[in-house]
């Protein structure tokens, strides 16, 4: 378990007991007997209210853990599509342009796996990355055609290098993709809204009040972090893995 897991329990865990401390001073300034006798009233705002809540939260989680899982499923299918690149490679008659082409996908490859997450973690792209991948543009494109064999092994390189670049430009898309400000700022708010209710619930029990306030709290603060460290795959505990890349890379370099 990373550090940074960790640092997600605790945020939850000061979240819970800072609510618990919170609803106990709250307590100790007496409650009116009008919150009390108000409790079926506000027992019916927190269901309505966490019904709306609940359908947002659901709808963001499942978006953000799409985009992430898109994003994975992204990096394989490039990877794919590269080593598939470097397999057409291989029927060319010059052996030359054999290596050149593998010595191309295996520099981009590598540039990718080791300095486009950080990029794009804090919302740019790797420079390092686009300037292998127009090299690797490059060498494809130049290759010197010889015979009728050559030419169409030319032409499967092309399309190969077409079905990478879509590829990486749908996986560039999505990667760059975050919850808009304004529906965050929603989610905080509700959540926010929703804790208030709970802190005027107006339950008699002392233990219990305390207890629920804490735990709805504690649930709340680690439901927005969880959320907010799957909106970027590439920081945070929860990051897509640059392994498909790598071991393409390492299979390439062995032939």
Not at 8 to 30: E, V
Not at 50 to 57: A, F, K, Q, R
Request: include cysteine; aromatic fraction near 8%; glycine fraction near 8%.
């Amino acid at each position: 378990m990373e550090m940074n897991e960790y640092m997600i329990y605790q945020r939850a865990a000061l979240t819970l007991i800072a609510a618990g401390l919170l609803q106990t001073m709250l307590r100790a300034l007496r409650i009116p007997e009008a919150v009390y006798s108000d409790v079926h009233g506000v027992a019916a705002y927190l269901g309505v209210l966490g019904g709306l809540y609940s359908i947002v939260v659901a709808f963001l989680i499942y978006v953000v853990w799409e985009q992430f899982n898109r994003v994975q499923i992204g990096l394989g299918q490039e990877a794919s599509a590269l080593e598939d690149l470097c397999r057409v490679a291989t029927f060319l008659t010059e052996r030359n342009d054999v290596r050149s082409v593998q010595a191309a996908v295996r520099q981009y490859m590598e540039a990718t796996a080791g300095d486009e997450a950080p990029r794009l973690a804090v919302g740019i792209t790797s420079a390092l990355a686009e300037e292998r991948f127009d090299a690797m543009c490059q060498v494809v494109r130049s290759i010197d055609v010889d015979g009728p064999k050559d030419q169409v092994i030319s032409g499967e390189l092309l399309r190969a290098l077409t079905r990478v670049n879509d590829a990486r430009d749908g996986r560039l898309s999505v990667s760059a993709t975050r919850i808009p400000p304004t529906l965050w700022n929603l989610v905080v708010f509700a959540s926010c809204v929703l804790f208030a209710g709970f802190l005027v619930l107006g339950i008699q029990s002392f233990a219990i009040s305390v207890g629920v306030t804490a735990c709805v709290a504690g649930t709340l603060g680690f439901l927005l972090s969880v959320i907010q460290d799957m909106d970027n795959p590439f920081d945070g505990v929860w990051n897509v893995s640059y392994s498909q890349m790598t071991s393409v890379s390492a299979r390439i370099g062995q032939k």
